[in-house]
């Protein structure tokens, strides 16, 4: 078993080992419930983290993790401001994050 992702989110670990799985490459996620334990313990230690089971799909499954993240990684456009709070937003959320207003046609 090898760790081949972490991240500070659980959804994006999950998305991870999903599409590891999609290609046939078993993995686990491991410190999924820890985050609690923040503070007590160095936060990046509560990570959630993609463990791959066979090593020899270690490598596939690296390539398709920075497939992922080059796709991720690139956001287009420009930032918005709310128009209810007038947060400044980032380009790729489509939500204010203080007060839930959609972001503006």
């Known amino acids: ?9 659980p959804w994006e670990a999950h998305h991870v080992r999903n599409i ?3 290609d046939g490459i078993a993995a686990r ?3 999924e ?3 609690s334990a923040a503070g007590e313990i160095p936060s990046m230690e509560c990570y959630p ?3 791959v089971l066979d090593e020899a799909k270690v490598e596939r499954a690296e390539r398709l993790i920075a497939d992922f ?3 991720t990684s690139c956001v287009s456009g420009s930032g918005w401001t709310c128009e209810r709070c007038h ?7 489509t939500q204010c994050w203080n007060c839930g207003a ?4």
């Open 102 to 105: 959609e972001r503006p046609l």
């Open 49 to 51: 983290e993609v463990w």
């Open 20 to 22: 590891l799985d999609a």
């Open 33 to 35: 419930n820890i985050r």
């Open 87 to 93: 947060e400044a937003i980032g380009p790729q959320f």
């Open 29 to 31: 996620i491991h410190n």
């Open 69 to 71: 993240q080059s796709q």
């Open 1 to 9: 078993m090898k760790k081949v992702f972490v991240s500070p989110t």
